[in-house]
């Protein structure tokens, strides 16, 4: 058989795959995920409920903001509007399926 001195070349340059640095068959995380030092809605949460510390009176950020969009929605801001009665009263379904007792059609309003 002929051999072919390129391809030798090629096999003794080719790198190991993998680090180096790792043992086979030992995990590289032996101790696994760090645990979280927070959660952004638990902090978002506290933040609401703390005192505004801006206000005359003694409420929360909460009822600061709610106050606010309040004052906001009766001047005419549509978002404002919209945020209080999302918040307060559940979001508007896009489609409704009611059913007619007498026929037992499904009648689909969108």
């Not at 190991?16 to 032996?30: A, C, F, H, L, Q």
């Not at 909460?62 to 801001?77: F, Y």
């Amino acid at each position: 058989m002929k051999e072919n001195p390129k391809l030798d070349k090629q096999i003794k340059n080719k790198k190991k795959r993998g680090n180096p640095n790792w043992e086979k068959g030992k995990s590289g995380n032996p101790n696994g995920r760090p645990p979280k030092n927070f959660a952004v809605s638990e902090r978002i949460r506290d933040y609401l409920y703390s005192e505004d510390k801006f206000s005359r009176e003694s409420i929360t950020n909460l009822d600061s903001i709610i106050n606010m969009a309040g004052e906001r929605a009766k001047r005419g801001d549509h978002y404002s509007r919209q945020f209080l009665m999302e918040w307060g009263f559940g979001k508007i379904p896009d489609k409704l399926i009611t059913y007619d007792a007498d026929s037992k059609d499904e009648l689909i309003i969108e």
